[in-house]
């Protein structure tokens, strides 16, 4: 079993950065590709990226390509998320997930509890 927390949300203004990361416990979790969702208040979660487990590729969603960038660090089990250019329909509660190498949520083994990002105009 793997347990994911969440941390470095915030809020910001529009144009500024924040940097999400995801630490992860168990030995295994290194095995896992991972992700970042995201879910504003009255829309589904809505997947943002992955990366795969030896952190080689990347995958984002087109709303967020050039301006979000994932890593992670496998010695310390540790993803990140890095965002820059924000923007206030990047408002979300941002969740980092394992298990799996798609898009949709469903397909997901391991979730954290999510970290409020909020984008002020």
């Known amino acids: 079993q793997v347990q994911l927390v969440e941390s470095g949300g915030g809020l910001v203004q529009a144009g500024g950065s924040l940097r999400l990361s995801c630490a992860a416990s168990?030995?295994?979790?290194?095995?896992?590709?991972m992700a970042w969702f995201r879910q504003a208040p009255g829309k589904e979660r809505e997947f943002v990226g992955s990366?795969?487990?030896?952190?080689?590729?990347?995958y984002y969603a087109d709303s967020v390509k050039g301006r979000f960038t994932i890593s992670r660090d496998n010695a310390k089990n540790t993803m990140y998320l890095q965002m820059n250019s924000l923007k206030p329909e990047d408002t979300a509660v941002y969740y980092c997930?394992?298990?799996?190498?798609?898009?949709?949520?469903?397909?997901?083994?391991?979730w954290g509890q999510g970290t409020q990002v909020t984008v002020s105009s």
């Open positions: 168990g030995r295994t979790s290194s095995r896992y590709a």
């Open positions: 997930a394992g298990g799996s190498r798609g898009t949709s949520p469903i397909s997901y083994m391991f």
């Open positions: 990366i795969s487990s030896s952190g080689a590729s990347t």
